[in-house]
């Protein structure tokens, strides 16, 4: 497939998630919040979450609320692609009420489902009624609008990180003033092309299957084209960060351009330049003024 041409979106696409946030509606988000005083500080507290999404099926979360009176911004960390994530970090922890979200089959949401890793990016993906992810996004989504729900959240100043999942959910529920987009870590982009300029997992997992089935490529093509980033990207009505990286790479700023043009909201991009605080000072301060607290760096400049 030709770098200029992205798959097709599936013309029953808004049917297709039209029908996800249905069965969503179906089912009460049932929290269960309970404090954690072991991960709670002087200036935050930490309370370990559950909701139910669809299936239905009961997903965890690290919510973390600053101690004072509110309401606060808040930010939601969608799931990396992986078994385990992290409660948030300190220095969020200190200006936003902060949820970060472990989909259905990750450590603390893995039962009875408990994903394989590598694996999950192949689970059910020749049908798409049938593919793990189409509950993930509805995970995420689930997360969202508990995290709206909160009486300690300002609903004017909620920002949103992560890969493609945060992409899908800030699309699929427009209550974001802001969105980072982890681009080195995208999955869904232009997946059948991106698997063929890399050899790398998690990608490699659908060059996996395909070389062991050749014959199933049209059908795992159709299921990811629900998912692909780039369908999803006009509905977005959060002020967008793109990081990009090296040119050449499937972060680089000319794989990333579809993508910044379909994005319905305001966006902007950043070189990442490779140095870790650099990079993360940088797009800390970005969401920091996009949210109004004090940015957070952590390299520290002397003058």
């Known amino acids: 497939m030709a770098e200029d041409a992205p798959a097709t979106r599936p013309p029953d696409f808004e049917a297709y998630w039209t029908r996800v946030d249905d069965e969503l509606a179906r089912y009460p988000a049932a929290p269960a919040q309970d404090y954690n005083p072991l991960r ?22 690290f919510l973390s609320v600053p101690e004072g009176s509110g309401p606060f911004p808040a930010l939601l960390v969608t799931p990396r692609y992986g078994s385990v994530n992290n409660p948030p970090h300190d220095d969020d922890r200190r200006r936003y009420v902060v949820l970060t979200l472990m989909h259905r089959g990750q450590r603390l949401a893995d039962r009875p489902f408990a994903a394989a890793f590598p694996g999950l990016l192949t689970e059910g993906i020749e049908d798409p009624n049938a593919y793990v992810y189409r509950g993930i996004i509805a995970d995420c989504v689930r997360g969202a609008e508990f995290l709206h729900s909160l009486p300690e959240v300002d609903r004017d100043r909620i920002g949103i990180t992560g890969d493609d999942l945060a992409i899908m959910t800030a699309a699929r529920r427009p209550i974001f003033a802001a969105l980072h987009v982890q681009t080195a870590s995208l999955l869904f982009y232009r997946l059948m092309e991106a698997r063929a300029r890399t050899s790398s997992y998690p990608i490699e997992e659908i060059n996996d299957l395909l070389r062991a089935h050749p014959e199933r490529e049209p059908a795992v093509a159709r299921t990811v084209s629900y998912l692909d980033p780039l369908h999803h990207a006009p509905r977005v009505r959060a002020s967008v960060l793109l990081p990009a990286g090296d040119p050449g790479a499937l972060d680089g700023p000319e794989w990333l351009h579809p993508l910044a043009d379909a994005l319905g909201g305001q966006t902007e991009t950043y070189g990442v330049t490779h140095e870790g605080g650099t990079d993360h000072d940088w797009i800390d301060a970005w969401m920091a003024r996009h949210l109004g607290v004090d940015l957070r760096p952590r390299v520290w400049r002397i003058d």
Do not use: E, V
Not at 40 to 46: C, E, L, R, V, Y
């Open 40 to 61: 709670s500080t002087a200036f935050a507290a930490s309370f370990d979450l559950r909701l139910t999404s669809i299936g239905p099926y009961r997903i965890f979360g």
